[in-house]
């Protein structure tokens, strides 16, 4: 009662993909990062390394031009406007070596006191303006490390960009719940988003 007196409800919503009720923050996350899917699948094997929480690509034999990638798997949370739920996407970011390697480095420790910076790929329903085809837009972010057991938070800089403008101020429930059924329609793609 003390909620709905504020306000506060909790977030549901029905889904169009199985026509269930969802009750809860609405989480979605990406099993890869956007880049191991431009590494030809025969060639997954030997260019690619890829758990949960930590992703690793070299270049191709023979391409003295192309870098490797470095990729941590970190949360990036929308505040959902009337409610004290956040949409949340477990999503990728592009990280130094450097970086890279100070998490690795220190990753079954509290991290809390640190972070980085760098880029995410813009892969993610509703927000992925760019044209079929074109390459991806990349929205420039620290990333805030967690404790021990937890993974990073995302905080997208300032910018015009629709992600960037509904992590600021929030989104209303009826975007939350169209952006949620985008994301349980996705989920059909089996090796993208779980």
């Not at 919503?13 to 956007?34: D, I, M």
């Not at 956040?86 to 640190?114: H, I, M, N, P, R």
Request: aromatic share 14%.
């Amino acid at each position: 009662m003390f909620k709905r007196l504020f306000g506060k409800r909790q977030f549901q919503y029905k889904c169009n993909a199985c026509g269930e009720l969802h009750q809860g923050s609405p989480s979605f996350s990406f099993r890869f990062p956007t880049y191991y899917f431009d590494v030809p699948e025969g060639d997954r094997k030997d260019r690619t390394f890829a758990s949960d929480d930590l992703c690793h690509i070299k270049p191709a034999k023979g391409d003295d031009q192309g870098d490797e990638i470095f990729c941590i798997r970190v949360v990036l949370e929308i505040p959902i406007q009337g409610t004290d739920a956040v949409f949340t996407w477990g999503v990728w970011v592009a990280q130094s070596k450097d970086s890279f390697e100070k998490y690795v480095e220190t990753f079954g420790q509290d991290q809390s006191s640190l972070g980085s910076l760098w880029w995410l790929p813009v892969d993610i329903p509703f927000y992925n303006l760019s044209d079929a085809g074109a390459p991806l837009e990349h929205l420039e972010c620290d990333i805030q490390w967690s404790a021990k057991g937890q993974r990073p938070k995302a905080y997208l800089w300032d910018s015009s960009h629709p992600l960037s403008i509904d992590q600021r101020e929030g989104i209303s429930w009826r975007k939350a719940i169209k952006i949620a059924n985008l994301a349980n329609h996705a989920c059909s793609r089996k090796d993208q988003v779980a």
